[in-house]
């Protein structure tokens, strides 16, 4: 007599593979977190991995799609806010993207060390693929309000947002590069604000407003992540600064 699955339960237990991973790439790095250190997180069996997951790579997809999700869930109740224009919604979304991001810097460098290396390829394929039907509605109506205001003059809802999700694709693969041709010192940050720069422009062109009209990302949080020393860094640095002044303003009560 076939097991009957219960859903609630191997969603749970698949669940806590993710986490153990997560956990796992944020603390030791992806490429030295094996099957194996998972495992022994959970004191599961490797038939147990298994049924949930073929490969170490398809558990990686599993996290970064945990993080896409967990992204939107987080930024929505901001983009969806009353009393916002079109626009104001556009960025609110990329900046609260952006600044979830910057929360989870640790796991996301980890992560970013590993998702351009050849054997993630068809990871990275998956995750586009799986990006267009969790985008397209939220970008969607988004439009369809702009369209309907004035602020844009994009066209269908659905196809321009399509449009849209290619470029986020774009961006974001393009960030990635500029990251870590950044920590070689091999660019700019004047040639990643021009690039980035270049992908708002698109973005404006798509979306039908004037030019300048929109800002990806924070400033601030974009010379966080490309100012030569990385996020981590500029936080250990901003840290380090602020114990000096403590304990110097200590020195002098005492």
């Given at each position: 007599m076939a097991r009957t699955l219960n859903p609630k339960a191997h969603a749970v237990r698949r669940d806590a593979f993710v986490d153990a991973a997560a956990r796992l790439i944020q603390s030791k790095g992806y490429e030295q977190t094996s099957v194996q250190d998972v495992l022994d997180q959970l004191d599961a069996s490797r038939g147990a991995f298994y049924h949930y997951f073929d490969s170490k790579g398809a558990l990686l997809e599993a996290v970064t799609d945990r993080m896409i999700d967990a992204a939107l869930v987080d930024v929505e109740p901001a983009v969806d806010a009353p009393g916002l224009n079109a626009l104001e919604r556009f960025e609110t979304l990329f900046r609260g993207i952006a600044s979830w991001k910057e929360a989870r810097t640790e796991l996301l460098l980890e992560l970013l060390r590993s998702w351009m290396?050849?054997?993630?390829?068809?990871?990275?394929?998956?995750?586009?693929r799986g990006l267009v039907p969790r985008m397209v509605p939220f970008l969607a109506r988004i439009v369809e309000q702009g369209?309907?205001?004035?602020?844009?003059?994009?066209?269908h809802p659905e196809a321009a947002a399509r449009v849209l999700v290619s470029l986020i694709q774009g961006a974001n693969?393009?960030?990635t590069d500029l990251y870590l041709a950044r920590q070689a010192d091999a660019v700019t940050y004047e040639e990643v604000e021009r690039t980035l720069g270049a992908y708002a422009s698109a973005f404006e062109r798509v979306l039908g407003v004037p030019a300048g009209s929109i800002q990806l990302a924070d400033p601030e949080i974009l010379?966080?992540?490309?100012?030569g020393r990385g996020p981590v860094e500029a936080n250990?640095?901003?840290?380090?600064?602020e114990a000096k002044v403590t304990e110097a303003t200590e020195e002098v009560v005492a």
């Open positions: 290396d050849d054997d993630n390829a068809l990871a990275r394929d998956k995750f586009r369209n309907a205001e004035g602020t844009f003059r994009a066209g693969e393009a960030a010379h966080r992540w490309f100012d250990l640095a901003e840290a380090n600064t």
